[in-house]
């Protein structure tokens, strides 16, 4: 069963219709007991990051998603949720972050240096680069997937990025995986097939760590 953090800045329906079409039991809770139950965890997320930091220190769900890394279990972050995996952001002055990842969340430029203006936030599909190996990966073949975001993760550790898009000149880390610990900047469940194939990844991954 996977656990959808419920903070109040998640975009809920998507995700969990997402999860309904893989036929994959899920339930959504703000209860850290019943969230520490599940067998795989999913950190969504839509809005600002110090906002986001705030609604999740303000209750025990900070200390419940830092326990269920802990323990093994695989854990997802999605978008803003990716972003809350990192050390901090400098989105509005500088936020801590859960300091699962090492990477700072900077916004992304909007010119590459060379002349070329990008209109921020980076929105549309874009094309995955594969790099290094990760579960989420596994069986699937490079493609076009959905972003929104004005906000991108600065690679404090290149060993983390298991994918990437090209934008405004720098590389977005668009996937990151680092032990049981994984992330999607874009939206899985609205990237069509490919989207869907790295979601099922991840509840593969899930069962097998059941298993």
Not at 30 to 57: H, R, S, T, Y
Not at 135 to 159: I, M
Not at 172 to 198: C, T, W
Request: glycine share 10%; aromatic share 10%.
């Amino acid at each position: 069963m996977i656990g959808i953090v419920d903070y109040g800045m998640g975009n809920l329906f998507s995700v969990s219709k997402a999860l309904e079409r893989l036929n994959v039991p899920y339930f959504i809770s703000d209860v850290q007991e019943e969230l520490l139950k599940a067998d795989g965890l999913i950190l969504p997320g839509v809005g600002a990051f110090k906002d986001a930091m705030n609604l999740l220190e303000s209750t025990d769900l900070k200390e419940t998603i830092l326990t269920f890394a802990e323990s093994g279990k695989p854990l997802l972050g999605i978008c803003l949720g990716m972003q809350l995996l990192f050390e901090e952001s400098k989105e509005n002055g500088t936020t801590k972050g859960l300091s699962l990842m090492p990477g700072q969340v900077l916004h992304i430029p909007k010119e590459d240096g060379q002349g070329h203006s990008f209109k921020v936030p980076h929105m549309g599909w874009n094309f995955l680069h594969f790099g290094k190996k990760t579960p989420l990966l596994e069986g699937l073949t490079e493609g076009y997937v959905y972003f929104v975001h004005s906000y991108y993760v600065h690679e404090g550790s290149k060993d983390v990025i298991a994918a990437s898009a090209d934008y405004a000149g720098v590389q977005i880390p668009a996937v990151v995986s680092r032990d049981n610990i994984y992330g999607m900047q874009f939206h899985p469940e609205k990237s069509g097939e490919l989207g869907m194939q790295l979601l099922e990844n991840f509840t593969k991954r899930v069962k097998e760590a059941v298993s």
